[in-house]
């Protein structure tokens, strides 16, 4: 999704999950991600750069 680009329900599919449980794990992974993260390095909602 943020690494490969594709849509939760694509990625849902793959996995064999329930869109709405893919998001929901998404949602927590980054709340809890944000709030690991040190000051000043992000956290305020931006998307992490895509890897080449």
């Known amino acids: 999704m943020i690494e490969t ?3 939760i ?3 849902a ?3 064999g999950v ?4 893919l998001q929901s794990w998404v949602s ?3 709340q809890r ?3 690991l993260r040190p ?3 992000g956290g305020g909602g931006e998307r992490p750069a ?3």
């Open 5 to 7: 680009g594709k849509r």
């Open 9 to 11: 329900p694509e990625v």
């Open 13 to 15: 599919e793959e996995l």
């Open 18 to 21: 329930r869109p709405g449980t």
């Open 28 to 30: 927590l992974a980054t």
């Open 33 to 35: 991600f944000a709030v």
């Open 39 to 41: 000051s000043g390095t």
């Open 50 to 52: 895509a890897r080449e």
